[in-house]
């Protein structure tokens, strides 16, 4: 890990249920000295990402300040709000925008159209890794090498689909999610909610988010799965598109 990488994972530590810390706790929790930490929050509350608090240390500024610009320049979701919208307007329900950063996925954005849908999840919030619609189709699309990769690091975790016993049945799995082109999860994150995704790429091949419509388990005898489900992979295509024309314009 680089010393820049180690500096940020400071970053990581802060949650809503610890909302400061103290130069000393910051060491102990990264395992590294007392000096060393206080260098660490010395550089982010130069740049802004750490703010000091009666000798505590707390989330900066500047954070604000570059989700402001990132709601705004952001490729990705600059690409997929208009879409987003229609498909939130069109079916009265919310829609989710999630990205995959390394290993983790994170809700991104969403739009509403009726009343929000009971959530636990906000923007920004990490997503559960093997729950949920929106991981289900990002997994299911990523390179079969990097897929084995996450397997093996994850090979005992609690919420790995059920009938996972080894690396076949693994692959197995998402790879009927990948044929079919799009998943539909039921109060798997969240009671009483379900929630139909489809992947969205950067350029046709590299899979980089999902979008979900997320309704109550209530309104299932309305809809009609499968005309949503077609009405979700079309948003998707459509954002695939306007992220590859994105790219083209400023290549």
Known sequence: MSQFAKVLKVLDLFSEDRTTLAAEEIADLLNVSRPTA???????????????????????????????????????????????????QRTAMTVVLCNIYGDEIVHSHHE?????????LDRGHTMPLFKGASS?????NLPASRLKRLYERNATHPDLPEGIRDWASFAKHYRRIRKEGHYISREEIDPGLVGIAAPIFNDGQHVVGAITLVYEKGRE?????EGYAELVRSCAATITEKIAAAAERTS
């Open 112 to 120: 509403l159209g009726g009343e929000l849908a009971p959530m636990s």
């Open 136 to 140: 289900a189709v990002i997994l299911a």
């Open 221 to 225: 005898k309305l809809v009609n799965e």
């Open 38 to 88: 206080f260098r660490y929050v010395k550089q982010l509350c130069e740049t802004g990402l750490l703010a000091k608090l009666a000798g505590r240390y707390a989330l900066g500024a500047k954070i604000i300040e570059l989700d402001y610009r990132i709601r705004r320049s952001e490729p990705i979701l600059q690409a997929s709000r208009p879409s987003m919208k229609e498909l939130a």
